[in-house]
């Protein structure tokens, strides 16, 4: 299993080769990697359906407990042969759909990192493992959907996506790491068992509003659903694969994933439950009202995965049966109609549900794939969805109080009826309603092929359920129970109130589309109301980030180095004074009574140099102040037991006096550029840091110190290096190599030198 | 003594970093050469001062018998004294070129990298 995922992301650097040989074909050929997963996941069906897990394990960080553990259980299963299954169908589909552009080696490379990333993120046990995959999701969902990057639209939604879903991811990681921390593992598996633990920590809140922020980014959830319309912006195959059958339903999986460990509180009801049927709602509304096929289709998507969110946070048998069994129908029926749509949009040139009719002669194959996919999509029997929503029906109606959810699902399914009619319907039937620049004709068989296989396993696993019931669905739902589980679906339960309450939306579904257009008119005033909907504040909270990125560079970055050095000067001096003060420091002032005479006499006149350096007008004298500085550390250095570094200090102070001075007659004399008042507070400032540096010595000097080097260097001077002068010994003998290392400094500068005063930049120079 | 030399490196402080926030490209060069003086001296004072007792192993002895000053910090500050000097020639040369190539000493006069018209 880990190496099927980690051969995935090396195939992905084949395809752009594998392009400029067999251009065209490269689809068939590509296709053969997730084929081949498929298969290699089928044979689990039999093991995992029997009750059985496959645990695979390889160290990665042990010491921080991060393993690539990899964890096939049912759940994991389903979604391993969702994204291989329908990505062989899509790797078919964009090979047509993208025939001849001149970067499908690039888009095949990015579409197989990201089912490789997906595949990783439903097989990971770790959760540190499944974070890193679901980043690369949102990662190469970023690259998919800003694809044709020549366009800003695309690359505009790109970013909101990765923002989004980025932001959100991570809330998950701290979420993930307080988790680790509460439950004491990193392991899925481990921690299913710690349930009553987790939830009875005092971090349990903050990390299930963590996870819940995370999953819910990806999963497109009120209010950050806005993205996911705005994808559509990617290639059609990308927004059927990452942004309707796969991706968008990891925040669904993460959910089901951990509702053994996070759900059963009331915070968990009464926060997913909610969020789940509002964005159900929100979603359903505002797919009616568009009229741009792709629009519909996300915003139902959103919808779908608003249900599948409500029915998690139910949390029942019934209910967990319901979510389970309505991922898998909206996949097939959603995947093929997204299919349908990019059919269309790649024969006739639009998408616009109004310019589109009568279709159904011209294309009969995509069109029998839209009529059986727009048939489950509205849920009639004997769709798989038509059992889907009988079940969702059977859960709710066991909720307490059933009404708001009941209402709610009826109006969601009232709604899906006319987007399946809009979509898979309509653009098929009645007269054609207007001329196309081509005659429109059936798209290559390798198109139409697809979305009719997806739309027809649809309608038979709806017509012949039970295997699926026994192979698939039943250790899905176990593994998100945690409870071994039996589930047989069937078509007819009788006439109860699930088949009048699903047969009246039906009705009023139909009576919707009908009138759709009258609807959509109705609607219209609402329309300044929805612009300023969540994404509103998100492009308001991006001007506002950018404002203050521009306010704060423009302090900081100011290009000025007097700004540049007080900033740093102010921060450190208050950081480190702060934390000074904060210790009651013992500064041992005492200590003074030692002074020699002459040594108070040198600092001084030490310090009375200083003070001519900076308040001289002559620079002259500035320097020869400078001189005397210097001077004056050298006689200290003589006085305190330091011969070598008073020698050094004398040659190389006069060097530099004399340096300066032969620089000094270049330069123009002093002028005043800083006012009064900034010299007022570049002095404070640096009282205030030479302040700090003095108590600093203070304490430092006031505590006795231990040398721990040292004695090292006294006792082996002359026995293992043979000199008496123990500085010399350290230099060239014991730190030899940091004296290479000095000599090479000094040899660049002069280099440098040496070339400054050499160098003819071509303008016309006095030397 | 150390309280003394607290004050003098306080004050060799305050002056360097004060020269080195003006505008002046020269002053600027003297801020640094005086800060230099004063991270030498700190460095000296952190072995602790001791008068009189060079770091020697006197002549027909194997071993320091009497306590003598901390050799490290010396041989630390003879590298810094060094390197110091070579950072100050170049800043020295620098600024003279500076001054050739753009006609001013004013560092907010060089906050751009295209030359002076």
Redesign the interface.
């Given at each position: 299993m880990v190496w099927i995922v980690l051969l995935s992301f090396v195939s992905a650097f084949f395809p752009p080769w594998l392009c400029r040989v067999l251009h065209s074909r490269t689809g068939w050929i590509v296709a053969l990697l997730p084929a081949a997963i498929t298969a290699y996941f089928a044979r689990f069906i039999e093991e995992i359906s029997s009750g059985g897990t496959v645990v695979e394990s390889m160290g990665w960080v042990p010491c921080l407990g991060i393993e690539l553990s990899f964890h096939l259980d049912g759940l994991s299963l389903l979604f391993a042969l969702l994204i291989s299954g329908i990505g062989t169908l899509v790797v078919i589909y964009s090979g047509s759909y993208l025939a001849g552009h001149y970067q499908l080696g690039r888009f095949y490379s990015t579409l197989l990192i990201f089912m490789a990333s997906m595949l990783g993120t439903v097989l990971a046990d770790n959760v540190i493992t499944l974070f890193v995959f679901w980043e690369l999701t949102s990662f190469s969902s970023y690259l998919l959907i800003g694809f044709n990057s020549d366009q800003k639209p695309a690359r505009e939604a790109a970013l909101q996506a990765l923002l989004v879903t980025g932001a959100g991811g991570l809330a998950l990681l701290a979420g993930f790491l307080l988790l680790g921390q509460a439950a004491g593992t990193l392991e899925i598996s481990a921690l299913l068992a710690k349930g009553d633990a987790v939830r009875s920590h005092p971090f349990y809140v903050p990390i299930l509003l963590l996870i819940l922020a995370g999953a819910m980014t990806k999963s497109a959830q009120f209010p950050f659903h806005f993205w996911l319309p705005n994808a559509m912006q990617a290639p059609t195959p990308v927004s059927t694969y990452l942004h309707s059958a796969t991706m968008v339903k990891a925040g669904v999986y993460l959910l089901a994933r951990l509702s053994p460990v996070l759900a059963g509180t009331a915070i968990w009801e009464n926060v997913v439950t909610p969020v789940g049927m509002i964005t159900m709602l929100t979603g359903a509304f505002l797919s009616l009202l568009q009229t741009d096929l792709k629009l519909v289709l996300a915003y139902s998507t959103v919808s779908a995965l608003g249900g599948m969110t409500m029915m998690l946070g139910v949390g029942s048998q019934p209910a967990a049966e319901a979510a389970v069994m309505f991922l898998v129908a909206h996949a097939l029926y959603k995947g093929a109609l997204f299919l349908v749509v990019g059919i269309l949009d790649h024969e006739t040139g639009t998408r616009q549900s109004g310019r589109l009719g009568g279709l159904f002669r011209a294309m009969p194959a995509t069109g029998l794939a839209g009529i059986l996919a727009g048939f489950s999509m509205a849920g009639f029997m004997p769709s798989f969805n038509f059992i889907a929503k009988e079940q969702t029906y059977a859960a709710i109606l066991e909720t307490t109080p059933a009404v708001f959810l009941t209402a709610a699902f009826f109006v969601a399914g009232t709604c899906y009826v006319v987007v399946g009619g809009i979509t898979g319907f309509q653009p098929f039937t009645g007269r054609p309603r207007e001329r196309f620049l081509k005659p429109p004709h059936e798209a290559p068989p390798s198109m139409w092929v697809c979305p009719l296989i997806m739309a027809a396993a649809g309608v038979l696993v709806g017509v012949f359920p039970s295997p699926a019931g026994k192979y698939m669905l039943s250790s899905a739902v176990g593994a998100v129970l945690q409870a071994p589980s039996e589930v047989q679906p069937a078509l007819w339960h009788g006439p109860d109130v699930k088949l009048f309450l699903s047969t009246a939306a039906m009705l009023a579904g139909i009576c919707l589309y009908l009138a759709r257009a009258k609807f959509r008119r109705s609607m219209e005033p609402l329309t300044p109301l929805l612009s300023k909907g969540p994404e509103h504040l998100y492009s308001l909270s991006l001007a506002w980030l950018d404002t203050i990125a521009c306010a704060q560079t423009r302090v900081l970055q100011s290009?000025?180095?007097?700004l540049y050095?007080?900033i740093t000067?102010v921060t450190t001096t208050g950081l480190v004074g702060a934390s000074m003060l904060e210790h009651e420091p013992i500064l041992?002032?005492e200590?003074?009574s030692?002074?020699?005479i002459y040594?108070?006499i040198l600092?001084v006149v030490?310090?009375t140099s200083?003070?001519v350096?900076?308040r001289s007008r002559s620079?002259l004298a500035?320097?020869a102040a400078?001189g005397v500085?210097?001077y004056a550390?050298a006689l200290?250095?003589l006085?305190?037991?330091?011969?070598?570094?008073a020698m050094?200090?004398f040659c190389?102070e006069t060097?530099?006096v004399v340096?300066?001075v032969m620089?000094?007659y270049?330069?123009?004399r002093?002028?005043d550029?800083?006012s009064g008042k900034e010299r007022f507070r570049?002095?404070v400032?640096?009282?205030l840091?030479?302040?700090?540096?003095?108590?600093l010595?203070?304490v430092?000097?006031a505590v006795t110190?231990e040398?721990r080097?040292?004695p090292f260097?006294?006792?082996h001077?002359?026995?293992l290096a043979k000199g008496?002068?123990?500085?010399n010994v350290?230099?060239v003998d014991f730190?030899g190599l940091?004296?290479l290392g000095?000599i090479t400094?000094?040899a660049?500068?002069?280099l440098?030198?040496y070339s400054?005063?050499k160098l003819n930049?071509g303008?016309k120079?006095?030397d | 003594?150390?309280?003394?030399?607290?004050?003098?490196?306080?004050?060799?402080?305050?002056?360097g970093?004060?020269?080195?926030?003006?505008?002046?490209?020269?002053k600027?060069?003297?801020g640094i050469?005086?800060l230099s003086?004063?991270a030498?001296?700190?460095i000296?004072?952190?072995?602790?001062?001791?008068?009189?007792?060079?770091?020697?192993?006197?002549?027909g002895?194997?071993?320091?018998l009497e306590s003598?000053?901390?050799?490290?910090p010396?041989?630390l500050?003879?590298?810094a004294?060094?390197?110091g000097?070579?950072?100050?020639?170049?800043a020295?040369?620098?600024?003279?070129?500076c001054?050739?190539?753009l006609g001013t000493?004013?560092?907010?006069e060089m906050?751009?990298t295209d030359r002076a018209p």
């Open positions: 290009g000025r180095l007097n050095l007080l000067i041992g002032l200590r003074w030692d002074l020699h040594e108070a600092a030490l310090l200083t003070v350096i900076v620079r500035a320097v400078l500085v210097g550390v200290l250095f006085l305190f037991s330091a011969p070598d570094l050094t200090q190389i060097l530099s340096l300066l620089v000094l270049r330069l123009p002093y002028r550029y800083s570049d002095a400032v640096a009282t840091a030479g302040g700090l540096i003095t108590a010595v203070l430092a000097t110190r040398a080097l040292t260097f006294t006792e001077s002359l026995l008496r002068n123990i500085v350290i230099l730190r940091d004296t000095e400094v000094l660049v500068a002069a440098g030198v400054l005063l930049t303008k120079s006095g | 003594m150390e309280v003394v030399m607290s004050f003098v490196i306080g004050g060799l402080y305050a002056s970093l004060y020269l080195m926030m003006r505008r002046n490209i020269l600027l060069v003297l050469a005086l003086h004063a030498n001296l700190l000296f004072t952190m072995g602790r001062l001791t008068r009189g007792h060079p770091p020697l192993i006197p002549p002895e194997v071993r320091v003598i000053a901390d050799p490290l010396e041989a500050i003879l590298t004294i060094v390197i000097f070579g950072v100050q020639a170049f020295i040369v620098l600024i003279r070129r001054f050739e190539t000493d004013d560092l907010d906050r751009s």
